[in-house]
């Protein structure tokens, strides 16, 4: 692992070494320009992109399908002090273009977008123009399981290889099968890219059923007895409201 890599976890993140995961996945990326990764939820996959992208001349391009996502990582970035511009939302033309020239000449280290914005004329015609280093696709498997019908523009990010045909690339997701792999392989012309696979086991995790005639009754005994927080979830919005007035 380069050292510099190292010091830049250390000084934005205070870690003093990458989880094995999060090293292999880096590795290969280095080592082989491509790499898809496929972590469990929790595992830390955002680091995987964003330290290579402090540590890569240019910027990071970073394909994300969910704007809650995006604001998310980019706050948590910011309070690092790492810049980092996202074009997700509703923005007029000219903050678009003053976004983009920040790209450009502001020294800003990530650039969030969705699949959808990608597919705008002006957008590709700037983004053509930006020193692109890493394209990293987050939740990759929106390519297989929402590209078909729900967000069709997720089928067209094999563009990105061609105009940034020397930018290293990483996709990642916690879920993919087989299949769905295959199709990101696919989706991305990318059929060569390595696949680093943690493991999925999550021993602090189990699954109990409970047959019952009367839920908020075995819902009330197991909030008595665990006392933590809790998620439960419902049918219907009446149902929340149902419950919400019972607890």
């Known amino acids: 692992m380069h050292e510099n890599l190292i010091h830049i976890l250390q000084k934005y993140w205070g870690y003093t070494s990458f989880r094995p995961?999060?090293?292999?996945?880096?590795?290969?990326?280095?080592?082989?320009?491509?790499?898809?990764?496929?972590?469990?939820?929790?595992?830390?996959?955002?680091?995987?992109f964003q330290v290579p992208a402090i540590a890569e001349p240019g910027i990071c391009l970073v394909v994300s399908p969910l704007i809650a996502l995006m604001q998310d990582q980019q706050e948590s970035l910011k309070k690092r002090g790492i810049k980092t511009i996202n074009l997700s939302g509703n923005i007029s033309h000219a903050e678009l273009n003053q976004q983009l020239d920040n790209c450009l000449y502001g020294n800003y280290k990530l650039l969030y977008i969705s699949p959808e914005r990608l597919q705008n004329s002006i957008v590709q015609e700037r983004l053509a123009s930006l020193p692109v280093s890493i394209i990293a696709i987050d939740e990759a498997h929106c390519i297989s399981e929402w590209g078909t019908d729900f967000r069709p523009a997720y089928k067209k990010l094999a563009q990105l290889t061609e105009v940034f045909p020397k930018a290293k690339l990483i996709a990642l997701t916690a879920t993919a099968t087989p299949k769905v792999?295959?199709?990101?392989?696919?989706?991305?012309?990318?059929?060569?890219?390595?696949?680093?696979?943690?493991?999925?086991?999550?021993?602090?995790?189990?699954?109990?059923?409970?047959?019952?005639?009367?839920?908020?009754?075995?819902?009330?005994?197991?909030?008595?007895?665990n006392t933590g927080v809790s998620i439960i979830y419902v049918r219907s919005r009446k149902n929340t409201h149902d419950l919400s007035d019972f607890l």
């Open 21 to 48: 995961s999060q090293k292999a996945v880096i590795e290969t990326l280095y080592h082989k320009n491509k790499v898809i990764g496929l972590l469990p939820t929790g595992a830390g996959k955002s680091i995987c």
């Open 181 to 225: 792999v295959a199709d990101i392989k696919t989706s991305l012309a990318i059929p060569e890219a390595p696949v680093v696979k943690a493991s999925f086991a999550r021993p602090n995790i189990f699954f109990s059923v409970f047959k019952t005639e009367n839920k908020h009754e075995i819902l009330r005994k197991f909030l008595l007895k």
